[in-house]
């Protein structure tokens, strides 16, 4: 029997505020339609000849989009945005399409943007939040990083955030950010409505590493991934170029390997991916040494890409650092590849010409790629949509390709991690011919 989850999205109240958007809620009039509540999709779309399945609603998953009844006025609306945790591609233009489509589709004319992340709902920031209008956002998308500024950590500070949004009467507040980022979200909404407060909280999930649960993919990473390949390709001519050459690229992936699987099959110039997901031994004959070595040997050069949270158990003094979001802090595996390379070739009494890429903060603060771009603008409007018809504790989300709402407690529930029994990592390996399993 298949997994059934509860989708059911909070709301604030009834919407009896009719929408300023002129759409239609006739099929065939040939204008763009309203969506209404009863207008879902389902999660798995698998299925067996001969199998029935009966849904109860909560486990169906809402659509996003406008609604023909919205729950606040547009005059009384105080909107507030705020981006948390490292740099993605993209932020701009989610925090753009947000301010357009409030300003110019609901009319909403109070909007704010929270600068470095939680840190700015701080009381001793008190000059933290600044005004934004269409014109201050007009040409943000072009640029990379957050026009807002960004911070780990403070996502725990839950009363002194929800006091401030108390005193500055903000009644929609918007979290572009990762897991702990939507963590502290769901918190700040409990909090609020623990205290009588109408805040409808909705999330935009920013994850370089494509980890968060029914997130059929983040924003950010194709751009990520096209950035990537372009530091593999020059790894690849590095070590094409020079006798026995080594090309080592360390990418973004510390507990998920997405974007080193994706970009390993976006470059075709990969013959070792090493993710977090699918264990390897160094040593010994299924050891990724003894494997480069063999590879070496035949073709006489090699490019190898590793996540960032690969291979930890490996390290000699593994980290027990985290961050200020609460993230473990991975031990550099790139370096410490690096090293172990030089040495095992040296042993053997084989040169070898090594170069190591870290690009990992060019592809974060890089602008959002065109497809990306559009991606964050519907991200972004139909973060607004369900604001304004007083969704909340939610995110917005695709599945099975339509934008949908997710509750927050399951996206941040678990990672999103690759199976290594997918189609997915079966692709990896065929793309990098690399062994199945490099374990003794």
């Known amino acids: ?57 909560e486990h169906l998953i809402e659509k996003a989009g406008p609604r023909k009844k919205i729950f606040f006025d547009p005059a009384d609306a105080h909107a507030a945005i705020v981006t948390c945790g490292g740099l993605c591609p993209g932020l701009n233009d989610v925090i753009r ?20 992340g939680y840190r700015g709902f701080m009381p001793q920031n008190r000059d933290s939040m600044v005004e934004l209008t269409p014109q201050s956002v007009a040409y943000i998308h072009r640029m990379g990083g957050t026009v807002l500024g960004s911070s780990r950590g403070y996502g725990e500070k839950t009363k002194e955030i929800v006091d401030t949004i108390e005193s500055r009467g903000i009644n929609m507040l918007f979290t572009i950010g990762g897991d702990g980022t939507q963590k502290g979200s769901l918190q700040i909404a409990n909090e609020a409505r623990a205290r009588g407060l109408a805040v409808s909280i909705v999330g935009i999930p920013k994850t370089i590493d494509n980890d968060l649960s029914f997130i059929q993919k983040s ?71 003894h494997q480069l070595y063999n590879r070496i040997e035949q073709r006489g050069h ?19 650092e985290t961050d200020a979001s609460g993230n473990k802090k991975p031990g550099d595996i790139g370096l410490f ?27 974060r603060s890089t602008p959002a790629n065109p497809i990306d771009s559009v991606y964050c603008t519907r991200l972004g409007t139909n ?58």
Not at 341 to 348: H, L, N, V
């Open 383 to 440: 973060s607004v949509h369900a604001a304004m018809a007083g969704k909340s504790r939610m995110l917005i989300s695709m599945i099975n390709n339509n934008f949908v709402h997710v509750p927050i407690e399951l996206a941040v529930a678990q990672r999103n991690c690759i199976d290594p029994e997918s189609p997915v990592w079966r692709d990896v390996l065929e793309a990098t011919g690399q062994p199945v399993w490099m374990k003794n």
């Open 219 to 289: 924003f950010g990473f194709e751009t990520a991934v096209s950035e990537a390949v372009k530091a593999v390709h020059g790894a690849h001519v590095e070590a094409h170029d020079a006798p026995n050459g080594i090309g080592v690229v360390k990418l973004m992936g510390r507990e998920s390997g997405f974007i080193a699987a994706y970009t390993a099959m976006g470059s075709s110039d990969v013959n070792f991916v090493l993710v977090p997901e699918v264990p390897f031994d160094l040593e010994g004959k299924n050891g990724l040494l």
């Open 1 to 57: 029997m298949k997994q059934q989850y509860n989708f059911t999205i909070p709301t604030l109240g009834t919407c009896n505020v009719a929408s300023p958007i002129a759409l239609s809620t006739q099929i065939g009039d040939r204008i763009a339609n309203y969506v209404g509540d009863d207008e879902f999709i389902v999660n798995d779309a698998h299925a067996q000849p001969g199998e029935t399945v009966t849904f109860k609603k």
């Open 97 to 116: 399409a947000i301010v357009m489509c409030l300003w110019h589709q609901y009319g909403v004319r109070k909007i704010s943007g929270v600068r470095y």
């Open 302 to 320: 090699a490019v190898v890409v590793v996540a960032e949270g690969a291979g930890q158990d490996l390290l000699e003094s593994e980290s027990a």
């Open 337 to 363: 590849l690096q090293d172990k390379i030089k040495q095992f070739f040296k042993q053997k009494g084989t040169e070898i010409n090594l170069k190591y890429i870290d690009p990992s903060y060019i592809i």
